[in-house]
């Protein structure tokens, strides 16, 4: 079994800044690349940003780009989302992800945590 633990999630005001992180833990495995979803209420879960395990490329949605940076901790088996100048539309439950070897599929998720942005 793999337990992806995210943890780092809050109450912050627009403009502010969080740093989650997750923790892969249990059986181990080679995944092509990790990443982060979130949800809002009554929305569909959505992609965020992707590290590619081997290498360390990153990908992330239009909407956080140049505010939010994904990074991973290879030794710690740990990846990181620094999010800065927050907005409301932040809002959601983050949940970390983990691919399977082919990097097709996100076969491993985390229970999520929850980001709160005030104006």
């Known amino acids: 079994q793999v337990q992806l633990d995210e943890s780092g999630g809050g109450l912050v005001q627009a403009g502010g800044s969080l740093r989650l992180s997750c923790a892969a833990s249990?059986?181990?495995?080679?995944?092509?690349?990790m990443g982060w979803f979130r949800q809002a209420p009554g929305k569909e879960r959505e992609f965020v940003a992707t590290?590619?395990?081997?290498?360390?490329?990153?990908y992330y949605t239009e909407s956080v780009k140049g505010r939010f940076t994904i990074s991973r901790d290879v030794d710690k088996n740990t990846i990181y989302l620094q999010m800065n100048s927050l907005k409301p539309e932040d809002t959601a439950v983050y949940y970390c992800?983990?691919?399977?070897?082919?990097?097709?599929?996100?076969?491993?998720w985390g229970q999520g945590t929850q980001v709160t942005v005030s104006s």
């Open positions: 992800t983990a691919t399977g070897v082919t990097g097709r599929n996100y076969d491993y």
């Open positions: 249990g059986r181990t495995f080679n995944s092509y690349a």
């Open positions: 590290i590619v395990w081997n290498g360390g490329n990153t």
